[in-house]
């Protein structure tokens, strides 16, 4: 087993801010504030990134939209991160399970408890690509706050191999991660309250990045309408109400009307829409969605007017 640097000391994420050296003599009250006002300074430092991230989602929606795949690559809380993120995406925008994937160093485990050593292995990263059969039509997302990880650099270089987009978050400057990705995105967020915590600062940067690249990656490929989770997947009464709802907004039908359509279109917002719209039948419907509007509502619902 190969192994990468691990020298630390240099790192911003592991300096020893000053400002924190007696919170453990600070009361709750004084401990809040000081986080709040730590975690202010986060979106700051986001929005410095941002001609970095944007080509970054432009990459993956090309490849999204091509049918490939989004893999988050990360390992203990930067890689917990990846995995909160692609288990999101199902649900809120009906997306195959296999779309958006997050492979996390020691496996599913670690998302519960700390799998010693995992992180240190980068010929178990090159694997995990290997293992999902990785390929030119999909996007390798590594995610590790000192951006040196070795289980996350390990699955990069395996992912560019093998003609993957690779991108590359970290919270450091010109770290090696950002030196063998297409595309880097450093987010220096400084030193931790606690030194070294990395799931504060460096994490709370990550959510929001990543936050930005499945949202943003599922807008422009036509899962929402304007601003409406059309693309919803209805797994409770909360969600049920929340598509009726935005059936009725964006078709002006009573609540009953929406509900029939909404049933009748076995719970496909998009497709109850379209009935609502004047489709006949639901494979009507289904075709100016699919044929006519390539999966978009607004470009299906545009069809009908022409």
């Not at 999902?132 to 995610?143: K, L, N, S, Y």
């Amino acid at each position: 087993m190969t192994t990468e640097p691990t020298a630390l000391d240099p790192l911003l994420t592991e300096q020893v801010d000053e400002r924190y050296g007696s919170i453990d003599t600070a009361s709750v009250a004084e401990l809040a504030a000081l986080m709040n006002d730590a975690d202010a300074t986060v979106p700051g430092a986001v929005r410095g990134a941002l001609d970095q991230v944007v080509p970054a989602i432009e990459a993956i929606v090309d490849r999204l939209g091509a049918g490939g795949r989004l893999f988050y690559v990360g390992a203990g809380s930067a890689g917990r991160m990846g995995v909160l993120d692609a288990a999101e995406c199902p649900p809120t925008f009906s997306t195959p399970p296999d779309m958006v994937q997050a492979i996390l160093a020691g496996g599913p485990d670690a998302v519960r408890v700390a799998v010693e050593g995992a992180e240190d292995d980068p010929d178990a990263g090159a694997d995990a690509i290997a293992g999902r059969g990785v390929g030119p039509r999909d996007v390798v997302f590594g995610i590790t706050a000192s951006g040196r990880t070795p289980y996350v650099l390990g699955a990069v270089r395996a992912a560019r191999r093998r003609g993957a987009v690779t991108i590359g978050l970290s919270c450091n400057p010109t770290t090696p991660l950002s030196s063998i990705v297409d595309h880097a995105i450093e987010v220096p967020v400084g030193p931790e309250v606690v030194a070294g915590s990395t799931r504060l600062k460096a994490g709370t940067a990550q959510k929001l990045v990543l936050n930005m690249v499945s949202t943003i990656a599922m807008v422009r490929l036509g899962k929402t309408y304007g601003n409406l989770m059309v693309d919803v997947r209805i797994t409770n009464a909360k969600l049920r109400d929340r598509a009726l709802r935005i059936v009725q907004r964006v078709t002006g039908a009573p609540r009953p009307e929406a509900e029939t359509a909404l049933e009748t279109a076995g719970h496909d917002v998009k497709l109850a829409i379209l009935l609502l719209d004047g489709s006949s039948t639901v494979e009507e419907a289904r075709h100016r969605l699919v044929v006519r509007g390539g999966g978009r509502l607004r470009a299906a619902r545009e069809s009908a007017k022409e």
